[in-house]
């Protein structure tokens, strides 16, 4: 491939060669609002933040974000929800759509993955759990301890790993006592939530051939969901819906391959790339849904996040709606009161890849699930993300 790149070079300008998002962000700027607007397909992907001792107020916000869900999403064909981390949580949704999006798709990934060794003595724990009680609520345990308590997490990362994976691994135990429990007198773990994934998607259309590929991740279990569509009269689509990994505070533990969290990103895409291919040599569409954890810049509005990964992307020819809307939009926002974040990120969305421009028109593109609602008595964002929604034209 390298050495293709290098004679196409020779032939041509190497300035001329360029990615499919590039040529179309040439010509294309695509409506930042769906009001009125009907297309052939709809789709919706959602963190919502359901991630207890991470995000504030996250059992709180299951019905109210639930409630939001089925009054905004019910004409959409598919929804895609990433963070469902919780089994009860899921329940909720579930018994929500399952009248107007009878079709569930998920894979259980509990118990899956876990390495056997990662425990802490109890003398180990003292200091980080003195800093914990004394500063930290336990809806945010961790996001709080990762700030207020960084050097002794520090200390623990330099000379206890095991230890810290197990504690950092401990999230949605739901108290202290729970992670006690686990990392001091139970079998100790190295996976989040239970092994859970959190990828649920609903569809109001059956979709074909479904299947879940294992990604390869540290702290989380990491899948991607890959199934067709085939609207009649229209081109198919292989789809792959996935939450790919975030950046951390701490590299990679060391038993991971991976030295970055990009690296590791890097990994899964390649594999969905593949999996894509491999599915999609009929020529059907292929799209990437779901929260990928990276996106370009839009100075001065849009911060990239996962720079590296962006271009991969882009790279392997697939180009993103949302960043070519006719106006910068956010997925990850600035002003959030559940992140509390100052800057602003696209890595929500669609990356669609198509074997020709004239087999599918992105008709618009908009944030879903922006205002605020009364939570604990509280003014309050819905999630720390927003939902993108994509509407399609198929030829």
Not at 165 to 184: E, T
Not at 267 to 291: F, N, P
Request: negative net charge.
């Amino acid at each position: 491939m390298r050495r293709l790149a290098v004679f196409l070079c020779l032939v041509v300008s190497c300035a001329s060669i360029l990615t499919t998002h590039q040529r179309l962000a040439r010509t294309m700027a695509v409506p930042s609002t769906c009001d009125g607007r009907n297309a052939d397909l709809s789709i919706v992907t959602y963190n919502t933040g359901f991630a207890p001792n991470i995000n504030r107020l996250a059992r709180e916000r299951v019905l109210p974000v639930t409630a939001e869900i089925v009054r905004e999403a019910i004409d959409d064909d598919i929804v895609a929800f990433q963070e469902v981390w919780i089994e009860e949580d899921k329940l909720v949704l579930i018994a929500a759509l399952r009248e107007t999006h009878p079709y569930l798709y998920a894979i259980d990934t509990r118990g899956k993955n876990e390495i056997p060794g990662d425990r802490c003595d109890a003398e180990a724990m003292t200091d980080i759990v003195a800093c914990v009680e004394s500063n930290c609520p336990m809806d945010a345990l961790f996001a709080c301890a990762s700030v207020v308590c960084r050097e002794e997490l520090k200390e623990l990362f330099l000379y206890d790993r095991p230890c810290f994976r197990c504690l950092v691994s401990s999230i949605g135990q739901g108290s202290l006592d729970g992670i006690k429990s686990r990392c001091i007198h139970g079998a100790g773990g190295t996976k989040v939530y239970g092994g859970s994934n959190g990828v649920l998607v609903f569809s109001k259309h059956p979709l074909e051939s479904p299947m879940a590929v294992n990604l390869p991740a540290s702290g989380a279990n990491r899948v991607a969901i890959l199934a067709r569509l085939s609207l009649p009269g229209k081109q198919p689509i292989e789809f792959a819906f996935t939450h790919l990994s975030s950046n951390e505070n701490v590299p990679p533990p060391e038993r991971s391959i991976f030295s970055t969290w990009e690296d590791e990103r890097g990994e899964q895409l390649d594999i969905i790339d593949q999996e894509l291919r491999k599915r999609a040599k009929d020529g059907a569409i292929q799209m990437i849904v779901g929260d990928l954890n990276f996106g370009g810049s839009r100075p001065p509005f849009i911060e990239a996040y996962g720079e590296h990964n962006w271009r991969e992307a882009l790279e392997m020819g697939f180009w993103s709606p949302a960043a070519l809307a006719d106006r910068p939009l956010c997925s990850f926002c600035a002003g959030n009161t559940i992140s509390h974040w100052t800057k602003s990120v696209l890595v929500d969305g669609v990356l669609l890849r198509s074997r020709s421009d004239y087999d599918i028109e992105a008709v618009c593109v908009e944030r879903e699930f922006t205002r605020r609602v009364q939570i604990a008595g509280l003014r309050e964002n819905l999630s720390d993300h927003v939902g993108i929604r994509t509407m399609f034209d198929l030829r």
